[in-house]
């Protein structure tokens, strides 16, 4: 029983309070009380409804009576502990029952109330373990979201076109299909090369990666198809290629586009046959092949494309995958260098610096021509200190066409998102730093939709 928390009037959510008594007057009248306090109540006539009901996801508390017949409180508090140990239970005791109350907060119970109570003190005891709770799921989030970050790091982002990338990436990633990535250099080519073959059945096969615009004509060949000994001179020894190597796995040629036109033919013909002849050889040897090719200028314009084989164009694009350039989601920027500061923080043995409204500028107006790779690099320089103060970036291109309220909005949210950055997605802290209230802050967040989880520190 986890659905979605019900909202607050402070923006935050609102938790539940179970609530277990198999008395009814009494559970009618203290789920009023609590109800009238602005908690969300579930009561329960039994321990057994309640256990049905809540489970290690629970989005809330329990206050259970002692005395109840079946199950009673102590043995219900014991089989929650079991199922959540950071479930906070408050516990409800008559006089006889008090030392059994003192064994069960010995075990780890909340909190014990002894009848007669005030209805105040029953508030108070529950909005203390409402907060504690919050805090709990609060920071189970927050370990979620650091995990499946760094599955897709450093396909970080939570702009809509970095979700629709992972997205695509996880739908035809078991799919046996070849797939080209288009992106400027530095936006992350090979990694989601490497997350396709990490997400698929795949992933216990090779992942060859080759540069096709670093190996001279003269190798390229045998680098990709392999060799016999004495196939060319110098050929002393057999070499598996390549291709054939990543057979199972996954092929990531990069920088297809450098590929030599007499290697291009060859790989055509492997493609389409799915099977190989090293160089040397009359041996024809079958392949299950998946190969990722990525370009960094476009291969659908024939121009671009060069001499680039258009039948060869084709035949790898059965997907097309597209990388945004950072300039175009700037509002990952803050995100990109949280993270990455803290892996060069970590790396270098350094506390990670304060950033400098300078800095700051120059995150949000510099174009990142060098995407990803540019952005990383220049972090691990300001994790060393080794920046110089960027200097003011013109007003110009797309800045020039939103209107002022637009741009007010815009560097709002790029302050909240660095605020965020800066103090690792914690809330206190970040309201502190830009010195709004709670609920402010909240709205802000659904505003602009910046999602907090996501800059919490690992």
């Known amino acids: 029983m986890n659905g979605p928390a019900v909202a607050a009037v402070d923006g935050e959510p609102r938790l539940k309070v179970a ?8 559970r009618r009248a203290n789920a009023q009380t609590l109800e009238l306090a602005g908690f969300d109540v579930l009561a329960f006539d039994g321990a057994q409804a309640a256990l049905d009901n809540i489970d290690a996801d629970f989005e809330g508390i329990v206050v259970t009576d002692i005395r109840m017949p079946r199950i009673d409180g102590f043995q219900l508090f014991r089989r929650l502990k079991a199922v959540d140990p950071d479930l906070p239970v408050i516990l409800i005791t008559g006089h006889g029952d008090i030392a059994m109350a003192v064994e069960a907060m010995q075990e780890g119970a909340y909190d014990f109330i002894a009848k007669p109570y005030p209805a105040e003190r029953l508030v108070q005891s529950v909005r203390r373990a409402v907060e504690k709770r919050r805090l709990v799921l609060e920071n189970r989030e927050l370990r979620r979201a650091a995990h499946a970050a760094e ?37 992350g080519k090979e990694v989601v090369a490497d997350l396709l073959h990490h997400w698929s059945r795949r992933r216990t096969g090779h992942f060859v990666a080759l540069n096709c615009g670093a190996l001279p004509e003269t190798v390229i ?10 196939a060319f001179t110098g050929a002393q020894k057999k070499r598996i290629g390549s291709i054939e190597h990543s057979s199972g796995g996954t092929l990531f040629l990069d920088e297809i586009e450098s590929m030599p036109p007499a290697a291009q033919v060859k790989l055509l013909r492997v493609l389409e046959k799915r099977e190989i002849t090293p160089l040397g050889s009359n041996e024809v040897r079958p392949l299950d092949l998946r190969v990722v090719a990525a370009s960094k200028v476009d291969l659908s314009d024939p121009a671009a494309r060069g001499d680039f084989r258009e039948d060869l164009y084709y035949r790898l694009n059965v997907v097309t995958v597209s990388i945004p350039p950072l300039r175009e989601r700037r509002e990952d920027i803050p995100l990109l260098f949280a993270h990455f500061l803290n892996r060069a923080a970590d790396r270098f043995h350094v506390d990670p610096p304060r ?4 800095v700051r500028r120059h995150l949000i107006t510099h174009d990142w021509p060098g995407n990803v790779r540019e952005l990383a690099h220049f972090t691990e320089r300001f994790a060393l200190g080794l920046t110089e103060t960027p200097p003011a970036v013109k007003q110009g291109g797309n800045g020039e066409s ?9 560097y709002e949210a790029e302050l909240i998102r660095q605020a965020l950055a ?15 209230p709670r609920k402010t802050f909240y709205d802000k967040l659904q505003r602009h939709g910046i999602v907090r989880s996501g800059y919490a520190r690992g």
């Open 19 to 26: 609530f277990v008594d198999d008395d009814e007057t009494l």
């Open 151 to 187: 599955d897709e790091l450093p396909l970080i982002g939570q702009t809509p076109a970095m979700e629709r990338l992972r997205r695509t990436l996880r739908q035809i990633a078991d799919a046996d299909v070849d797939v080209l990535v288009a992106g400027e250099t530095g936006s």
């Open 221 to 230: 060949e045998s680098e990709l198809f392999g060799h016999e000994p004495g």
């Open 355 to 358: 950033m400098s409204d300078e």
């Open 402 to 410: 939103l209107s002022l309220p637009q741009r007010v909005d815009l």
């Open 422 to 436: 800066e103090n690792g997605g914690d809330v206190k802290a970040t309201i502190e730093a830009l010195g709004i």
